[in-house]
């Protein structure tokens, strides 16, 4: 176990590699191979079908036959259930296989589809060779043809854009309509936001507020002409004992100081002081 991980071999002195004996294969010898079937068949022998992909460990061998250089190979397989051998080819020229013994190819309709319109075809060829009116009738015949799948493609050409001009249009209502819905919850939200805010600044502390009845603002009114009215009368007070003031200082300054009294040499009376006593308290009153 150990050897096969040695990467260096013990060569003796005396080996030549000239006298160890080279392997002659023969060309055509078999190699073993693991294949699918490339088509469905049935066994010969005991009619058991094999479906197109099953697995076989098969022998593949080269042919002496070729196509262009290309090798033609032959496969051995064992049916299923009876071990038959079965043995088919590859084709190269039609790139396909060929059942060569021990089973039948199934039928294939699109095979055989294929091989009539190719002998139709020839067929034709070989007739419009030798007769030049019918080869006229068939190109005027595949003429009219073109023209009229021409015709017939317009025409759905026509159909596809009415089509899509149509869906195009239910489209753009279909966004519409969803804008237009959109804007309307949009709306929708912003009311219900406002009157949330409204409620929120209105409902403040828990105090309700009422009402204002008519009769509370015909008297509200009627308070307020009051005060309005106190009030200039109270300013007209104001503005007139003011200009009584200024036009009693006015007086006081163009009224002439009074003359002095003689000096005598008699002695003041008693009721000349009383008047000279009155007189002093009337100005300083002023």
Same mark, same amino acid.
């Given at each position: 176990m150990a050897e096969r991980k040695v990467l260096n071999k013990y060569y003796p002195p005396d080996f030549d590699p000239s006298k160890i004996p080279r392997l002659r294969l023969g060309k055509n010898r078999q190699i073993k191979v693991r294949l699918v079937a490339p088509f469905a068949m049935r066994c010969n022998t005991c009619g058991q079908f094999i479906g197109k992909g099953t697995k076989f460990n098969a022998r593949k061998e080269t042919t002496d036959e070729s196509f262009h250089s290309i090798p033609i190979y032959r496969f051995y397989i064992r049916c299923q259930k009876c071990a038959a051998e079965i043995t088919y080819k590859?084709?190269?020229e039609n790139a396909n296989y060929i059942a060569e013994k021990g089973a039948e190819r199934n039928f294939e309709p699109w095979r055989e589809e294929k091989a009539l319109n190719e002998q139709l075809d020839k067929e034709k060829e070989e007739e419009e060779e030798n007769n030049p009116i019918k080869a006229l009738e068939?190109?005027?015949?595949?003429?009219?043809?073109?023209?009229?799948?021409m015709d017939e493609l317009d025409e759905i050409r026509l159909q596809n854009a009415k089509a899509e001009q149509g869906n195009m249009r239910a489209i753009e209502e279909t966004i519409r309509r969803n804008n237009r819905k959109e804007e309307e919850e949009a709306l929708k939200k912003q009311e219900e936001e406002d009157d949330r805010l409204a409620k929120q600044i209105f409902a403040s502390e828990g105090k309700r507020i009422k009402r204002a009845r008519e009769e509370d603002a015909?008297?509200?009114? +009627? %308070?307020?002409?009051? $005060?309005v009215c106190k009030t200039a009368a109270i300013a007209g007070k104001s503005a007139n004992s003011a200009i009584s003031r200024a036009v009693q200082g006015?007086?006081?300054?163009?009224?002439?100081?009074?003359?002095?009294?003689?000096?005598?040499?008699?002695?003041?009376?008693?009721?000349?002081? +009383? %008047?000279?006593?009155? $007189?002093?308290?009337?100005q300083d009153s002023d």
């Open positions: 590859t084709d190269p068939n190109r005027t015949m595949q003429s009219r043809r073109e023209m009229e799948i015909v008297e509200r009114e +009627l %308070a307020i002409k009051q $005060s006015v007086i006081r300054k163009t009224k002439p100081p009074p003359s002095p009294a003689p000096q005598t040499n008699q002695q003041p009376s008693l009721n000349g002081m +009383l %008047a000279a006593y009155e $007189s002093d308290d009337d």
